[in-house]
């Protein structure tokens, strides 16, 4: 598994940006991914999961209701979809791949992790 996460940017308050995560060698498909956030000096939280199927995602509560997680397998690829974006969004948003198809929120649950990318959002 090798991942790469893009798409962050810089965006006002209320804005929308979509990230994705793609799996360059293509073999992700069987498990679970998930999207996290870290700030400098703070540990990584969790934003949002989903299932190897694409289903039973899973949200954190500060941002359910305005992200959706979902995955394309035939590209390999899983999306995070971030709209209504607030200041406190700001954070470097890494994805990652656990080892199996159902995972929990921990950054302990997850085996493989992207480089991150950077989202800031003005007020």
């Known amino acids: 598994v090798q991942l790469q996460a893009s798409g962050g940017g810089l965006v006002q308050a209320g804005d929308s940006l979509r990230l994705s995560c793609t799996d360059s060698r293509r073999t992700f498909s069987n498990n679970a991914v998930g999207w996290f956030r870290q700030t400098p000096g703070k540990e990584r939280e969790f934003v949002a999961t989903?299932?190897?199927?694409?289903?039973?995602?899973n949200y954190a509560d500060s941002v359910k209701g305005r992200f959706t997680i979902s995955r394309d397998s035939a590209k390999s690829t899983v999306y995070l979809q971030m709209n209504d974006l607030k200041p406190e969004d700001t954070a470097t948003y890494y994805c990652?791949?656990?080892?199996?198809?159902?995972?929990?929120?921990?950054?302990?649950?997850?085996?493989?992790w992207g480089q991150g990318t950077l989202v800031t959002v003005s007020s």
């Open positions: 989903i299932n190897w199927r694409g289903g039973s995602p």
């Open positions: 990652a791949s656990a080892l199996r198809p159902i995972a929990g929120s921990r950054p302990a649950d997850f085996r493989y």
